[in-house]
């Protein structure tokens, strides 16, 4: 009896999403946190952020860097890049962060041209939009 549940479920899921190969084409630019959402169901919002995210990805690579918005419209970059590989696992994007400290993974949930979603280990889920320089 379980087993149409997990069909139903699986069908709703699958119904829409954007194919790993397209989120991947929209990865690139500077990206500002808006939210988390715990495991728990509650979220953390971000009204104010002093660092941006800024993805690169060429090919089947990217960096991320932390950057710090000025007023004049340029950016502060911070020394720590994070380099990651971009990997298409059971018709998933990941993301695979490699540093000298550590490693992890990241799974896109979504990414469009105005939010980009990542699930971390934790089931923790982090929603960014673009990020716009405000006056």
């Known amino acids: 009896m379980k087993y149409p549940i997990y069909l ?7 119904c829409g999403s954007q194919s790993p190969e397209e989120m991947k084409g ?3 630019g500077y990206w500002e946190i808006e939210k988390v959402k715990l495991p728990d169901g509650s979220e953390k919002s971000f009204t104010i952020s002093t660092t941006v995210d800024y993805f690169e990805v060429k090919g089947d690579s990217g960096v991320r860097k932390k950057v710090s918005p000025q007023l004049d419209g340029t950016f502060l970059t911070f020394e720590q890049n994070e ?15 490699k540093t000298p400290y550590d490693q992890w993974e ?11 979603v990542v699930l971390n280990k934790d089931l923790k889920e982090y929603h960014y939009k673009p990020y716009r320089l405000t006056e």
């Open 106 to 116: 990241e799974t896109v949930i979504k990414a469009t041209e105005t939010e980009f």
């Open 8 to 14: 139903l479920l699986l069908t709703l899921f699958s």
């Open 83 to 97: 380099l990651f590989e971009v990997i298409i696992r059971n018709d998933s994007l990941i993301l695979q962060y």
């Open 26 to 28: 929209y990865l690139n």
